[in-house]
């Protein structure tokens, strides 16, 4: 896999649009406390490229650039498909089917990087639906010797997530419709200057998301959760269980005047999410019976940080009570039975 170049049609100008702090939740693989706006900034100011997908250009952000495009025999998008066959059918072809890209953050770091305990390398962009990746940890994995299955379970964790999001998106957008009807016009003024069918504008028809429409609009836009008869086993039911007290709430007109963008990042549960994409990756990683001798957090993203902090002459060893109790939750995190 050739170094990490910087090229010429990237530059260095932003593709994401500078804003105040939001105090928004930071998701993805991270490390320590690192903020949303922190890992924002540092990949404002990277050279960037699209690994997989399309590039979603959003309205929101009109100060967006397109990205290039790596070619289809470029060594990185080789390696990259290696490792989505290493995720199951049904949520690889959901990641293949959905509107989301890969963005390869171009480098010879991680996405943010301020020490070896203050790091990210995998940031969920949902209005841009894109999942971040950074150069860097396909350079390490391939030099280390990192098999494919190591990478897979982190496109698991965040794919599930942006997928989930979507779909949380896709719910509102689809009620948001039919909670709108079209208006009759006035038979004494004939028909509407907008069409010949008698029919002007649009009013809202005071639907109500109900229970039962909101498992059909989830049905019908599910591209990755299986359905189960048994609702203990069904991820469908899953999904509906986590947010139906909050969806229940929305009424169809402010879903219509509303971006429902805006409104499923308002309702999307962040902590519920990193738990469900956690079950779904160590559930995989179990069923299928995943190699366990490398880890993508423990030695693909740690290794990479513990390089990282060594290159620029950083101490590795815990100067505080802090740093020896966030290694000891290392520790915990990475074996569960230690003793």
Same mark, same amino acid.
């Given at each position: 896999?050739?170094?990490?170049?910087?090229?010429?049609?990237?530059?260095?100008?932003?593709?994401?649009?500078?804003?105040?702090?939001?105090?928004?939740?930071?998701?993805?693989?991270?490390?320590? $406390?690192?903020?949303?706006?922190?890992?924002?900034?540092?990949?404002?100011?990277?050279?960037?490229?699209?690994?997989? @997908?399309?590039?979603?250009?959003?309205?929101?952000?009109? $100060?967006?650039?397109?990205?290039?495009?790596?070619?289809?025999?470029?060594?990185?998008?080789?390696?990259? %498909?290696?490792?989505?066959?290493?995720?199951?059918?049904?949520?690889?072809? *959901?990641?293949?089917?959905?509107?989301?890209?890969?963005?390869?953050?171009?480098?010879?770091?991680?996405?943010?990087?301020?020490?070896?305990?203050?790091?990210?390398?995998v940031?969920?962009?949902?209005?841009?639906?894109?999942?971040?990746?950074?150069e860097?940890?396909?350079?390490? &994995?391939?030099?280390?010797?990192? =098999?494919? %299955?190591?990478?897979?379970?982190?496109?698991i964790? &965040?794919?599930?997530?942006?997928?989930?999001?979507?779909?949380?998106?896709?719910?509102?957008?689809?009620? @948001?419709?039919?909670?709108?009807?079209?208006?009759?016009?006035?038979?004494?003024?004939?028909?509407?200057?907008?069409?010949? =069918?008698?029919?002007?504008? %649009?009013? %809202?028809?005071?639907?109500?998301?109900? $229970?039962?429409?909101?498992?059909?609009?989830?049905?019908?836009?599910n591209?990755?959760?299986?359905?189960?008869?048994?609702?203990?086993?069904?991820?469908?039911?899953?999904? #509906? &269980?986590?947010?139906?007290?909050?969806?229940i709430?929305?009424?169809?007109?402010?879903?219509?005047?509303?971006?429902?963008?805006?409104?499923?990042?308002?309702?999307?549960?962040v902590?519920?999410?990193?738990?469900?994409?956690?079950?779904?990756m $160590?559930? #995989?990683?179990?069923?299928?019976?995943?190699?366990?001798?490398?880890?993508?957090?423990? =030695?693909?993203?740690?290794?990479?940080?513990?390089?990282?902090?060594?290159?620029?002459?950083?101490?590795?060893?815990?100067?505080?009570?802090?740093? *020896?109790?966030?290694?000891?939750?290392?520790?915990?995190?990475?074996?569960?039975?230690?003793?």
């Open positions: 896999m050739p170094p990490p170049t910087s090229s010429p049609d990237n530059g260095s100008a932003p593709d994401l649009s500078e804003s105040p702090p939001t105090g928004e939740a930071n998701l993805g693989i991270l490390d320590g $406390e690192v903020g949303h706006d922190e890992v924002n900034r540092a990949i404002t100011g990277a050279d960037k490229t699209i690994l997989f @997908g399309q590039q979603t250009r959003l309205p929101h952000f009109p $100060e967006d650039r397109r990205l290039s495009r790596l070619h289809a025999g470029d060594e990185r998008v080789l390696f990259f %498909w290696r490792v989505l066959k290493k995720v199951p059918a049904n949520l690889r072809r *959901a990641l293949i089917e959905a509107p989301i890209s890969i963005t390869l953050v171009q480098g010879d770091t991680l996405l943010c990087f301020r020490d070896v305990r203050h790091h990210q390398a940031h969920l962009g949902r209005r841009r639906r894109t999942i971040y990746l950074p860097l940890l396909m350079l390490q &994995a391939e030099e280390c010797g990192y =098999d494919y %299955w190591a990478i897979s379970e982190g496109l964790y &965040a794919g599930w997530m942006l997928l989930d999001y979507l779909l949380l998106v896709d719910v509102l957008t689809d009620f @948001g419709h039919r909670a709108m009807r079209r208006k009759e016009s006035d038979p004494q003024q004939g028909a509407s200057s907008e069409g010949d =069918d008698g029919l002007t504008g %649009w009013n %809202w028809s005071g639907l109500r998301l109900s $229970e039962p429409l909101l498992r059909r609009l989830v049905q019908d836009n591209r990755h959760r299986r359905q189960h008869p048994d609702p203990g086993k069904s991820e469908v039911d899953e999904f #509906i &269980a986590g947010y139906r007290s909050a969806l709430r929305v009424e169809g007109l402010n879903v219509w005047s509303h971006e429902p963008w805006e409104i499923g990042r308002d309702l999307f549960d902590d519920l999410e990193q738990r469900w994409a956690q079950m779904k $160590e559930r #995989i990683a179990d069923i299928f019976d995943y190699p366990r001798m490398f880890l993508f957090d423990r =030695d693909i993203i740690h290794g990479a940080a513990r390089d990282l902090a060594t290159r620029r002459r950083q101490p590795l060893e815990p100067k505080s009570f802090a740093d *020896a109790l966030h290694d000891y939750k290392d520790a915990l995190r990475f074996d569960r039975h230690p003793l």
